[in-house]
T-cell receptor
Framework: DTAVSQTPKYLVTQMGNDKSIKCEQNLGHDTMYWYKQDSKKFLKIMFS???????INETVPNRFSPKSPDKAHLNLHINSLELGDSAVYFC???????????????FGPGTRLLVL | DAKTTQPTSMDCAEGRAANLPCNHSTISGNEYVYWYRQIHSQGPQYIIHGLKNNETNEMASLIITEDRKSSTLILPHATLRDTAVYYC?????????????FGTGTRLTIIP
């Protein structure tokens, strides 16, 4: 019973191609995120969506376009892939706690993208 | 959000308590201390969080000093599966605009 799932787990592609990564959460959460972990293992936020609305965009190149068809899904489309896009991409979801504003984020297993 | 400082790496013998320190001397009054960990090749996993009181759950205990400038995550009986990178994150409530800012964390190795 996976809470946050991502597909594919591995993605190997050529430079210049367009690819998509899908994320689904079955936790009923309102907010979803994309994080990128580079080869040096730094983990950084890219985007967050709350109820299908873009909330955070951390100066990510516009080749990256998140799409949220409903609040259970947040997909990441990447155009014109570059070598530097090689990384592990993690999806996460969370729910704001009533009265506290703090929430726990649940992460997916990651998608390992290798651009050749 | 306040910056945190953690040791780069630590070892702990299996079965012993693992104590992971975190300094957050610039923490402000409404900022929480969160701990996550990342086991190799997996997504980060929530462990515990607190504001000023000590907290305990089924995974760990969190001890926050009275001045809140530092904290310690305690894994009471470390197992080999606890080998991971542990991240201490300080953040304030930001309703609907939450994000986690990960530092470099502490790489904890449990020794058999």
């Amino acid at each position: 019973d996976t809470a946050v799932s991502q597909t594919p787990k591995y993605l190997v592609t050529q430079m210049g191609n367009d690819k998509s990564i899908k994320c689904e959460q079955n936790l009923g959460h309102d907010t979803m995120y994309w994080y990128k972990q580079d080869s040096k293992k730094f983990l950084k936020i890219m985007f967050s969506y709350n109820n299908k609305e873009l909330i955070i965009n951390e100066t990510v190149p516009n080749r990256f376009s998140p799409k949220s068809p409903d609040k259970a899904h947040l997909n990441l489309h990447i155009n014109s892939l570059e070598l530097g896009d090689s990384a592990v991409y993690f999806c996460a979801s969370s729910q704001v706690l009533p009265g506290a504003g703090m929430e726990t984020q649940y992460f997916g297993p990651g998608t390992r993208l290798l651009v050749l | 959000d306040a910056k945190t400082t953690q040791p780069t790496s630590m070892d702990c013998a299996e079965g012993r308590a693992a104590n992971l320190p975190c300094n957050h001397s610039t923490i402000s009054g409404n900022e929480y201390v969160y701990w996550y960990r990342q086991i190799h090749s997996q997504g980060p996993q929530y462990i515990i969080h607190g504001l000023k009181n000590n907290e305990t759950n089924e995974m760990a205990s969190l001890i926050i000093t009275e001045d809140r400038k530092s904290s310690t995550l305690i894994l009471p009986h470390a197992t080999l599966r606890d080998t991971a990178v542990y991240y201490c994150i300080v953040r304030r409530p930001n309703f609907g605009n939450e994000k986690l800012t990960f530092g470099t964390g502490t790489r904890l190795t449990i020794i058999p």
